[in-house]
Each structure stands twice: as C-alpha cells, then as structure tokens.
C-alpha cells in the first residue's frame, strides 16, 4: 500500500503533547486562521517541520501550501506545490490514501482554510463553517 510520509510521522500521546504545548506558547498569526484555531494550526505546522505530508520532502524553493477539503472548507495538511498541484487531479492510491487519513485526522485537530480575500457568505465552505466565520465578522 502507498503511504504518504505523513503516515510515519511520530504522532504518539507524548510528542503530539509536546507540539500542542509549545503551539499554545506561541499560535500562528495567521489572519487566515479564526483566532481560536490558530494552536491547532500551529500544532499542524510545528508537526510537519517544513515537510510536505505526503512526500516528505522539504521545498527548496517557496513554502508549503495549505491543502483544504473543498467539501469541508477544513485544512488536511501542507503540501509542497507539486504534490498540491497533482493531489487535485491524480486517481493515485497514495492520493486517495492521504485523503482519506491526512494531517489534521491524524492530529484530531480542525482549522477552516480561510482563503486571501473571503468574505463570509461567500466562497466555497459549507454552511457550518459559515455560520462560524459569521459569528467573528460580528
């Protein structure tokens, strides 16, 4: 079976304590995160340590991207481009493996993708995370 990286990744008690721990010290400030899920965003960026989750590499060039369920809206996990760009159209067993168990299921954690220029009401998240979104807007 193919694995995405991610997949061997430590994700026991002890060290997904640790990183949820050190991302309370310090949350992302991301403006494209609600305030209230900017640890867990942080956990999700401190466990992938610059690494795409589901080739493993770290990009030479450029950052990781958010990779986000569109059905959802919730972010699953930080892709390099190539493996952003090819998990959009590949049939690939390692693809749909990675689908079905990403980042955020592994780390029990759930972050709304909030792209550059949303507006709430607007844009591809379901209702749920509408009314969410809309609630901070007010």
């Known amino acids: 079976m193919l694995q995405p990286a991610c ?14 721990a050190e991302a309370a010290l310090t949350p992302t400030s991301d403006s494209h995160v609600l305030p209230e899920q900017r640890a867990s965003y942080a956990t999700l960026e401190r466990w992938h340590n610059d690494r795409c989750a589901v080739c493993g590499e770290v990009p030479k060039r450029g950052r ?3 990779d986000h369920d569109h059905a959802s809206g919730t972010i699953r996990g930080l892709l390099c481009n190539s493996c952003n760009i090819t998990e959009a159209r590949s049939p690939s067993v390692l693809f749909a493996n990675y689908r079905k168990q990403p980042p955020s299921s592994i780390l ?6 909030l792209p550059a220029g949303f507006q ?4 591809h998240l379901p209702a749920v995370a509408k009314d969410t979104i809309s609630q901070h807007a007010n």
């Open 7 to 20: 997949w061997s990744w430590p994700a026991d008690p002890v060290t997904l304590d640790q990183l949820r």
């Open 64 to 66: 990781l991207v958010r």
């Open 108 to 113: 029990k954690i759930e972050v709304l993708y």
């Open 120 to 123: 709430p009401g607007a844009g």
